[in-house]
T-cell receptor
Framework: AQSVTQLGSHVSVSEGALVLLRCNYS??????LFWYVQYPNQGLQLLLK??????LVKGINGFEAEFKKSETSFHLTKPSAHMSDAAEYFC????????????FGKGTTLSVSS | ETGVTQTPRHLVMGMTNKKSLKCEQH?????MYWYKQSAKKPLELMFV???????ENNSVPSRFSPECPNSSHLFLHLHTLQPEDSALYLC??????????????FGPGTRLTVT
């Protein structure tokens, strides 16, 4: 069975600082991996996805993530945090079959202070 | 705007009421999903529909009844709910054809409060 672990339920950074949100996955098959962001009172918005084309994936809003098979990790980074990045972030893994649901981590809340 | 709409956005209902949540996607997708998001818990998959056929029911109590009349619409019928059913209910869609890389697009959710 596939699973996702997000280390740290809450991460706080200063504006302009590096953002690092950690995600480790467990999968018996090559995974498809996703990062989503959720702003208050909204649904989930896709930030980026890994589908085996390239290990370093660039997404929207300056975020990127690197797939590391040896570490079973897919950490999300952004070089310089902005106040508008404050939100909840979810890592998810796909079982790799058509029309199957994503397995989500518990989420990490990112706070950005000025 | 993700192309997935949900109505109503907020719903308060008593334990003896019957109500329905509606989801519509304008993306031409073939798979639709219901998720439940409770405070302090990971997103929980409830139901999956592929080409209008239910392909997954994640041990959801029978007081939740899904309906998918076509690939663009998905309903969640609610009756005799419990206070612990209060949560944000999210609808999502994806292409649903071969391959698992197709990301899911989420609606804004319906905030349900059961009194």
């Amino acid at each position: 069975a596939q699973s996702v672990t997000q280390l740290g339920s809450h991460v706080s950074v200063s504006e302009g600082a590096l953002v690092l949100l950690r995600c480790n996955y467990s999968s018996s098959v090559p995974p498809y991996l996703f990062w989503y962001v959720q702003y208050p009172n909204q649904g989930l918005q896709l930030l980026l996805k890994y589908t085996s084309a390239a290990t370093l994936v660039k997404g929207i809003n300056g975020f990127e993530a690197e797939f590391k098979k040896s570490e079973t990790s897919f950490h999300l980074t952004k070089p310089s945090a902005h106040m508008s990045d404050a939100a909840e972030y979810f890592c998810a893994v796909s079982e790799g079959q058509a029309g199957t649901a994503l397995i989500f981590g518990k989420g990490t809340t990112l706070s950005v202070s000025s | 705007e993700t192309g997935v709409t949900q109505t109503p956005r907020h719903l308060v209902m008593g334990m003896t009421n019957k109500k329905s949540l509606k989801c519509e996607q304008h993306l031409g997708h073939n798979a639709m999903y219901w998720y439940k998001q409770s405070a302090k818990k990971p997103l929980e998959l409830m139901f999956v529909y592929n080409f209008k056929e239910q392909t997954e029911n994640n041990s959801v109590p029978s007081r939740f009844s899904p309906e998918c009349p076509n690939s663009s619409h998905l309903f969640l019928h609610l009756h005799t709910l419990q206070p612990e059913d209060s949560a944000l209910y999210l609808c999502a869609s994806s292409q649903g054809s071969s391959g698992g890389s197709y990301e899911q697009y989420f609606g804004p959710g319906t905030r349900l409060t059961v009194t």
